[in-house]
């Protein structure tokens, strides 16, 4: 399987504060990445495909950039609402597999 | 609007078998893959299977393979997860999620999710 690893697991930050998530996996994946928003007691949020591409509705302070092994997951200015835990999946090869998670808290 | 709505919490037994549902409305069920996400206690995001209610087409995770069975009934929209003999570690939360039609393995909606609580 693929590993898929997040930085940091924790991050405390400030509402307007420009926050970058990094996902790294154990073998290149091109850029078959996406990213999941998930709140207390809901279920995941589709954010990103394909390591860049926003999922429709999806907020623009969201973006995502990388390949290959490497991938960021931005929020340019951060709100209220994205307080929560981002995953990063691939879904370059079977079985598709998520990151540990990264738990964005308020500052 | 699309849909995805799943049977409630379960408290069991070890050694029970359980069946929970996923029902897909507001889309073409047959047309889209459905996969089965697990969520123990306070942990992350492990898939453990998919299936194409088309033809009933089901794949496992090997973390999965022969623990759980995956099914789908296409005359009432709606796919299955279920255990044999539950055991405690199969205590979490379980998601369904409908994939997305253009990029296989990206998943772009998703059941509110079904606790299952398994102890003695």
């Known amino acids: 399987d693929i590993q898929m690893t997040q930085s940091p697991s924790t991050l405390s930050a400030s509402v307007g504060d420009r926050v970058t998530i990094t996902c790294r996996a154990s073998q290149s994946i091109s850029s078959w990445l996406a990213w999941y928003q998930q709140k207390p007691g809901k279920a995941p949020k589709l954010l990103i495909y394909k390591a860049s591409s926003l999922e429709s509705g999806v907020p623009s302070r969201f973006s995502g950039s990388g390949s290959g092994t490497e991938f960021t997951l931005t929020i340019s200015s951060l709100q209220p609402d994205d307080f929560a835990t981002y995953y990063c999946?691939?879904?370059?090869?079977?079985?598709?597999?998520f990151g540990q998670g990264t738990k964005v808290e308020i500052k | 609007e699309v849909q995805l709505v799943q049977s409630g919490a379960e408290v069991k037994k070890p050694g029970e078998s359980l069946k929970i549902s996923c029902k897909g409305s507001g889309y073409s069920f047959t047309s889209y893959w459905i996969g089965w996400v697990r969520q123990m206690p306070g942990k992350g995001l492990e898939w453990m299977g998919i299936i194409y209610p088309g033809d009933s087409d089901t794949r496992y995770s090997p973390s999965f393979q022969g623990q759980v069975t995956i099914s789908a009934d296409k005359s009432i929209s709606t796919a299955y997860l279920q255990w044999s003999s539950l055991k405690a570690s199969d205590t979490a939360m379980y998601y369904c999620?409908?994939?997305?039609?253009?990029?296989?393995?990206?998943?772009?909606?998703w059941g509110q999710g079904t606790l299952v609580t398994v102890s003695s």
């Open positions: 999620a409908r994939r997305s039609s253009s990029w296989a393995g990206v998943f772009d909606y």
């Open positions: 999946q691939q879904y370059n090869s079977y079985w598709w597999t």
